[in-house]
C-alpha cells in the first residue's frame, strides 16, 4: 500500500482495530496503516450502490496464478503481460491500450509490478524481443515457458496465448 499511495498517488490505506476491555468496558480503537494526512482526503465510507469515478488510466490484471513463474519472467524479462488457456483469460487484455498504467497482481504473491502499454494485443507466437541488438521470438527465449509454445502456436481462440507489451516503470521481485 505504501509503494502504491507513495510511488504513484493512489488513494489506498488500511484502518487496523483493536478491541479493549477495561473494567467491564468494551473499547474499539483504529489506527491507519498510512499518515494520517492521507486518509483524510479519503472518504471514511462510499455510500451504497456508489463507487469512485474510474480515473480512465489504471488498470489492474491477475498475471496467472502462484508458482506459474513463466508468466512472471516474461513480464519482467521480455515487458509482456500474457493469458492463455481460453479467451476468458485473455480477453480483458484487450483494454489495455497504449499509454495506460497496469498493475499486474499474482494471486497468492500479491502485486509484482506496474507498467505502461506500449502496444496493443497480439498473439503471442508474433511478439519479438530483443536480444543482443537483433529481434527475436519471444517463443524462442530460454526461460522455463511451462508450454507456452504449444499454446501460442495455436489458431484456436481458447487455446491460444495472447500478450500485450509493457514498459516497466517499477516490478518488485
Do not use: C
Request: hydrophobic content about 35%; overall charge neutral; proline content about 7%.
Amino acid at each position: 500500500m505504501e509503494f502504491l499511495a507513495e510511488s504513484y498517488g493512489m488513494p489506498i490505506n488500511a484502518v487496523f482495530f483493536r478491541h479493549f476491555i477495561d473494567e467491564g468496558r468494551d473499547y474499539l480503537a483504529r489506527t491507519w496503516l498510512l499518515d494520517s494526512q492521507l486518509s483524510e482526503d479519503m472518504p471514511m465510507r462510499l455510500p451504497r450502490r456508489k463507487s469512485r469515478p474510474w480515473n480512465g488510466r489504471d488498470f489492474y490484471t491477475v498475471l496467472g496464478r502462484a508458482g506459474e513463474t513463466y508468466r512472471w519472467l516474461i513480464a519482467s524479462n521480455d515487458g509482456f503481460l500474457n493469458a492463455g488457456g481460453g479467451s476468458r483469460y485473455w480477453k480483458p487484455l484487450r483494454n489495455l491500450t497504449q499509454g495506460k498504467r497496469v498493475f499486474a497482481y499474482v494471486p497468492g504473491s500479491g502485486y509484482f509490478g506496474i507498467g505502461r502499454v506500449i502496444g496493443e494485443m497480439i498473439p503471442a507466437r508474433d511478439a519479438k524481443v530483443e536480444v543482443n541488438g537483433q529481434l527475436q521470438s519471444l517463443l524462442d527465449q530460454p526461460e522455463p515457458r511451462d508450454g507456452l509454445g504449444e499454446r501460442a502456436a495455436s489458431e484456436d481462440p481458447e487455446l491460444t496465448e495472447m500478450v500485450v507489451p509493457v514498459e516497466g516503470l517499477r516490478i518488485r521481485p
